[in-house]
C-alpha cells in the first residue's frame, strides 16, 4: 500500500496515540469506525466504507485525530492527483471533504473530538522530533485545553462546579477588590507576569544577607507572590488548583517515585 502505512507501528501517529493512552490512563481503540460516520458511495459497489478514526476512547466519549504533514502539506505522490475517487474529486480533497464529515458529525453524536497535528511538536524534516517526557507534556497540555474548549457539558459542569462548590473566598475577594478600584485594565497577562516575578524578587530579598529573617515580612511577600499567580490564573481562565494538579500529574510520570526518592537528580538522568 501507500509508503506512510509502513512501519506504522513506529509512526507518529502511533506514537502520540501512545501519549494520549499515557495521559488518559486508558487504551484507545485506534483505526476505530463508527456505522455513522462513512464515505461516499462507490460506484463500483454501492457501498459506503465507515471511515476510520485515528484513536477513541469509549469512556471519555473522545475522540483524537492525528494530522501529519501530508494533511495540510501538498503532496502529490499520496494525494495521486491524477486519479478521482470515489467522491468524485482528488484524493487530498476528498481527505479535506472526509476531515470535515468528522468534524461535522463526531460532535453531533455526543463526542470530543481533538485535533493533534505533527506541527504540535519540534518537528525534524517532517516527522516528530522525539522527546517522550516533552511530548507527554505537549499532549497533555492540548487535551487539557481541548477538552474545556469542545465539550460545552463538561464546560458549562466546571463552571458551574466552581461558582457553587470551589469558587474560594480568597477568589471572590480578590476579583471584588479588583472591582471596586477598576484595576483589571492593568492586568493584562504581561503585567501580571512581570508582578509575579518583582514580588518573588522582594520575598527573596527577605534572605539577602541571612536567614534570621522577619516571618511576618516573608508571609506578606508570600502573600503578593501567590495574589499575582491567582490573578493571572483567573485571566488565563484556568483553575489554579487544577492547573497545579494537572502538571502535577506530568511530573509524577517524569519522576517515578521508586526512582527518584531522596535524590534531587534530573528527570533524564534517573
Ligand atoms: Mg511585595
Not at 453531533?108 to 507527554?136: N, Q, W, Y
Request: charge should be negative; proline fraction near 4%.
Amino acid at each position: 500500500m501507500l509508503p506512510i502505512m509502513a512501519g506504522r507501528a513506529n509512526s507518529d501517529e502511533h506514537y502520540v496515540l501512545d501519549l494520549c493512552d499515557q495521559v488518559i490512563g486508558a487504551k484507545c481503540s485506534r483505526q476505530h469506525r463508527f456505522e455513522w460516520l462513512r464515505g461516499d458511495t462507490s460506484p463500483a459497489t454501492g457501498r459506503r466504507v465507515a471511515l476510520p478514526v485515528d484513536g477513541y476512547w469509549e469512556a471519555e466519549r473522545l475522540v483524537v485525530e492525528f494530522a501529519e504533514s501530508q494533511h495540510t502539506e501538498v503532496t502529490p505522490h499520496f494525494d495521486k492527483p491524477d486519479v478521482l475517487t470515489v467522491s468524485g474529486v482528488h484524493r487530498g480533497m476528498q481527505r479535506a471533504l472526509y476531515d470535515d464529515r468528522r468534524r461535522l458529525l463526531i460532535p453531533e453524536h455526543g463526542l470530543r473530538l481533538v485535533t493533534i497535528s505533527a506541527t504540535d511538536f519540534p518537528l525534524k524534516g517532517r516527522t516528530i522530533d522525539r522527546d517522550r517526557d516533552r511530548d507527554l507534556e505537549i499532549v497533555s497540555a492540548i487535551l487539557k485545553r481541548e477538552s474545556l474548549i469542545c465539550d460545552p457539558e463538561h464546560r458549562e459542569g466546571r463552571e458551574q462546579g466552581s461558582d457553587e462548590h470551589e469558587r474560594r473566598p480568597v477568589h471572590t475577594a480578590l476579583s471584588q477588590f479588583v472591582a471596586e478600584r477598576d484595576w483589571d485594565r492593568f492586568h493584562s497577562p504581561e503585567n501580571l507576569a512581570k508582578s509575579i516575578s518583582i514580588e518573588a524578587g522582594e520575598l527573596l530579598e527577605c534572605f539577602q544577607w541571612d536567614d534570621s529573617t522577619d516571618h511576618a515580612r516573608v508571609t506578606e511577600e508570600l502573600a503578593d507572590v501567590l495574589t499575582y499567580c491567582l490573578l493571572l490564573a483567573d485571566k488565563l481562565d484556568v483553575d489554579a488548583d487544577q492547573i497545579v494538579l494537572d502538571k502535577l500529574e506530568v511530573t509524577r510520570v517524569k519522576y517515578p517515585a521508586d526512582q527518584s526518592r531522596g535524590r534531587s537528580t534530573k528527570y533524564d538522568q534517573l
